[in-house]
């Protein structure tokens, strides 16, 4: 098996032929691509050129799978740090700065200590500098102006928001089914 066999993920798509999830994106191991393919609860939609071997077989890894029986995705997407900085693109809310999702803090718009509560509604992604600059004010006593009030966002928005920040690694087996309802080209 070759080094890059060690690392080939699937892409796991829904059985409607969407990856279950952008962001992250849905990824299996090899292992357990090729498991589900033997327990015949996944499609092998694409494969990589690289084969597995057994003593009794060969079979090339699955680059893309398709699940068997759709699974229904929780309406509301999970309160989860990440997901609010991808609700707000990953942007401070206060200067409009992009950042790396370490690079982010969440700010309660109505500080805690004045009663606030940690829920979609009252937490924006923020950047350090903005953060130490409102502490626990609000922001226009702490001089900063919110650009956008926080709300809870739908799955579908959280996977749009997902789609515009590609993972590292993008196989081109999966291009056709990571970006399934941008426009075709024409020619």
Same mark, same amino acid.
């Given at each position: &098996? @070759? ?12 059985? =409607?032929? +969407? ?7 849905? #990824? *299996? ?9 033997? &327990?015949? +609860? ?7 050129? @690289?084969?597995?071997?057994s003593p009794s077989m060969e079979m090339a890894l699955p680059s893309v799978i398709a699940l068997k029986d759709y699974i229904q995705t929780s309406?509301? %997407? ?9 609700? =707000? +693109? ?20 109505? %500080? ?5 509560? @940690? @829920? ?6 923020a950047c350090s500098p903005c953060n130490l600059q409102k502490a626990n004010k609000t922001a226009r006593n702490a001089g900063l102006k919110l650009?956008?009030? %926080? ?6 928005? #959280?996977?749009?928001?997902? +789609?515009?920040? %590609?993972?590292?690694? #993008?196989?081109?087996?999966?291009? =056709?089914?990571?970006? *399934? =309802?941008?426009? #075709?080209?024409?020619?």
């Amino acid at each position: &098996m @070759t080094a890059f066999a060690q690392h080939a993920p699937a892409l796991l798509l829904n059985a =409607d032929f +969407r990856p279950v999830s952008y962001f992250p994106l849905s #990824l *299996w191991s090899w292992q357990n691509a090729i498991k589900a393919v033997f &327990m015949s +609860r996944v499609h092998v939609v694409s494969e990589y050129n @690289t084969m597995v071997h057994s003593p009794s077989m060969e079979m090339a890894l699955p680059s893309v799978i398709a699940l068997k029986d759709y699974i229904q995705t929780s309406q509301r %997407p999970a309160f989860t740090r990440f997901n609010v900085f991808l609700r =707000d +693109r990953f942007a401070c809310q206060y200067c409009g700065t992009h950042f790396h999702a370490e690079d982010l803090t969440f700010d309660h718009v109505v %500080p805690r200590s004045r009663g606030g509560r @940690t @829920t979609w509604e009252n937490v924006v992604a923020a950047c350090s500098p903005c953060n130490l600059q409102k502490a626990n004010k609000t922001a226009r006593n702490a001089g900063l102006k919110l650009l956008k009030a %926080p709300y809870q966002p739908s799955n579908t928005e #959280l996977h749009k928001n997902g +789609r515009t920040f %590609p993972p590292n690694y #993008l196989h081109e087996s999966w291009c =056709d089914y990571l970006y *399934w =309802d941008s426009e #075709l080209e024409s020619g």
